[in-house]
């Protein structure tokens, strides 16, 4: 996600400076290269030798001849994509804000606002501080003035740091963000429904939402409004992440109708049929008979009321002799642009790390392994044009290149 950029990681004295090393480590999975900067107030929590192990390059403690806030962050050939200030104090936040460089920290943050370079700025600090009138204000001025600030997580008194994946989204959002998503709305069905038998029962199935929440995050570190509407989730969903929670498939389907969208992914394993269900606890002792009634199907309806947008599917099936053939059909039944098909069942779909789909448009196709590369190959789709996959190598005879998925 972010390979070839470089990035400068400014820590400042909070204790959240701690968790400097991992916001480093988890940026550098991605690809990029870390450069560590350190306030005078970091290094008394966390030593140079620590940022040096965890980036591989050396620490900037203090600005030298070399010039290092013009050669990082100046208007030069070969400087940094993005500066993140994380954690961020109260005291450095207002030092940048009043235009007032008395450290390396504050300094490289004067020259990227001058040269209106990628800043984000990661407070973390006790909740008194943070809703200092006076700090509310400095931070609005750096707002104004092109700075991103992540808000904190907030926890009893203290204004925390955010995960660090999270963070590595906010940075990816600011420097690889697609012009064609901004403003575009994006709607990611996810999860699994419920369908009760009686008051405390439940028929259901056990997919996790790993899927819809991996769609969700590609699409909004790409640059768009995105809204997740998840069905009793197993997997994290980000704080930067519109969330709106439901249960069964009938409350599912009333969010999605209110909210329109450019584009519709259900990537939710929604329950095919309704229950007749009975009131309070089933007694045990005796035999049940379950009534099932097949439901219409919930994306039928969504497509029926946003006729417009564009819509991508999802069709699982425990036969592999029968998927592509019939994921097409339901390409077809639906109107939807694209269908992602992927065999389910004992051991494998659900919640397995070793996810394999085929993506299907029109007459193309291309194999995805593992649900985050599904995930960025479905968001490339819904930004570019129609039919956009490559023909798979099973019907090319060849394997797929990555300059081939967009011509």
């Not at 050396?58 to 993140?84: S, W």
């Not at 007032?100 to 501080?129: K, Q, T, Y």
């Not at 009975?278 to 969504?302: N, S």
Request: hydrophobic share 40%.
């Amino acid at each position: 996600m972010l390979s070839g950029r470089k990035i400068v990681l400014a820590v400042c004295g909070s204790v959240a400076a701690f968790k400097a090393p991992e916001l480093a480590r988890e940026i550098m999975k991605q690809g990029a290269e870390v450069i560590p900067v350190m306030s005078r107030g970091a290094l008394e929590f966390i030593g140079k030798g620590t940022m040096h192990w965890a980036t591989g390059n050396e620490v900037i403690a203090e600005i030298t001849g070399r010039t290092e806030h013009v050669e990082l962050c100046g208007n030069v050939e070969g400087r940094a994509d993005a500066l993140v200030i994380a954690p961020a104090t109260a005291n450095v936040i207002s030092e940048i804000a009043q235009g007032i460089d008395r450290g390396p920290v504050s300094i490289l943050a004067s020259a990227a606002l001058g040269n209106m370079m990628p800043l984000l700025i990661v407070p973390a600090m006790h909740e008194s501080l943070y809703k200092n009138p006076i700090l509310r204000s400095n931070i609005e001025r750096l707002e104004r003035a092109g700075a991103k600030i992540v808000k904190p997580r907030r926890e009893g008194e203290k204004a925390k740091l955010i995960e660090a994946d999270e963070l590595v989204d906010h940075v990816a959002r600011e420097i690889c963000g697609e012009e064609r998503m901004k403003g575009k709305r994006i709607v990611v069905a996810a999860g699994a429904t419920r369908e009760y038998i009686d008051d405390v029962r439940f028929i259901s199935n056990r997919s996790t939402g790993k899927m819809g929440v991996e769609i969700a995050r590609e699409a909004w570190r790409r640059g768009g409004e995105v809204i997740l509407v998840g069905a009793n989730l197993m997997e994290r969903v980000p704080s930067y992440i519109g969330l709106v929670e439901c249960e069964t498939a009938e409350e599912m389907e009333e969010a999605l109708l209110n909210e329109r969208a450019d584009a519709y992914v259900f990537a939710a394993a929604v329950g095919d049929f309704e229950v007749e269900k009975e009131e309070g606890k089933l007694g045990a002792g005796r035999e049940r008979k379950l009534v099932l009634r097949p439901r219409i199907k919930l994306v039928e309806r969504v497509r029926k009321k946003f006729a417009n947008a564009r819509f991508v599917i999802f069709k699982a099936e425990v036969d592999q002799k029968v998927l592509k053939r019939n994921a097409r059909k339901r390409r077809e039944e639906i109107g939807a642009e694209y269908v992602v098909a992927n065999i389910v069942g004992k051991q494998r779909g659900f919640g397995r790390a070793d996810y394999k789909a085929t993506i299907i448009g029109g007459k193309r196709e291309e194999e995805v392994f593992g649900k985050e590369e599904a995930a960025r190959r479905i968001v490339q789709l819904i930004i570019g044009g129609k039919n956009t996959v490559s023909r798979s190598s099973e019907a090319s005879g060849h394997p797929v290149r990555a300059e081939e998925i967009h011509r």
